[in-house]
T-cell receptor, first 114, second 112 residues
Framework: DAKTTQPPSMDCAEGRAANLPCNHS???????VYWYRQIHSQGPQYIIH???NNETNEMASLIITEDRKSSTLILPHATLRDTAVYYC???????????????FGEGTQLTVNP | KAGVTQTPRYLIKTRGQQVTLSCSPI?????VSWYQQTPGQGLQFLFE???????NKGNFPGRFSGRQFSNSRSEMNVSTLELGDSALYLC???????????FGNGTRLTVT
């Protein structure tokens, strides 16, 4: 699985958009970008994933650059409850091939301030 | 739809004892995997079960074992507990080969 690089920490004002970057310059053509977050003492929560097109769901939007070497997770209106560690993971989408083995890096600690 | 359920939420054991943790996946999910999370090592993959068969295994000693039942529920067992086994144990499930993993809130195991 490709390595990812994320800033260790970010701050965001409540109600504003939070834009979390992720670099994955060695991504392969069959690798997806997944985002998870983990609030203290809870399990990781799946947010969104994508291959090459931008994706949006009820939680967030995922913007992937055309060369797929970086992506941005956007929380459109951050709330205090969005304070968490956010993990960007790159891996093949075919879980049957590589199984459920998932590797989290250090992630980005997002702090939403009132 | 209910999420992944793990019991118990907290557990305190003594060195040398054994422990069994339980996981109920999301309804319809047939794959269950287990992870250990510690501040020093981060998230580490233990093993994965699919249709009652172990499909993948991480680099953990044989003291760590698991099983999956016909209803997809899974248990993880750790024998001869060591202090270093203190961790958050997470269970995750997925529905199909191209679906994301969904995690439970874990069991916090403390070994004294």
């Amino acid at each position: 699985d490709a390595k990812t690089t994320q800033p260790p920490s970010m701050d965001c004002a409540e109600g504003r958009a939070a834009n979390l970057p992720c670099n994955h310059s060695t991504i392969s053509g069959n690798e997806y970008v997944y985002w998870y977050r983990q609030i203290h003492s809870q399990g990781p929560q799946y947010i969104i994933h994508g291959l090459k097109n931008n994706e949006t769901n009820e939680m967030a939007s995922l913007i992937i650059t055309e060369d797929r070497k970086s992506s941005t997770l956007i929380l459109p209106h951050a709330t205090l409850r969005d304070t968490a560690v956010y993990y960007c993971i790159v891996r093949v989408g075919a879980w049957e091939t590589s199984g459920s083995r998932l590797t989290f890096g250090e992630g980005t600690q997002l702090t939403v301030n009132p | 739809k209910a999420g992944v359920t793990q019991t118990p939420r907290y557990l305190i054991k003594t060195r040398g004892q054994q422990v069994t943790l339980s996981c109920s996946p999301i309804s319809g999910h047939r794959s269950v995997s287990w992870y250990q999370q510690t501040p020093g090592q981060g998230l580490q993959f233990l093993f994965e079960y699919f249709s009652e068969t172990q499909r993948n295994k991480g680099n953990f000693p044989g003291r760590f074992s698991g099983r999956q039942f016909s209803n997809s529920r899974s248990e993880m067992n750790v024998s001869t507990l060591e202090l270093g086994d203190s961790a958050l144990y997470l269970c995750a499930s997925r529905s199909s080969y191209n679906s994301p993993l969904h995690f439970g809130n874990g069991t916090r195991l403390t070994v004294t």
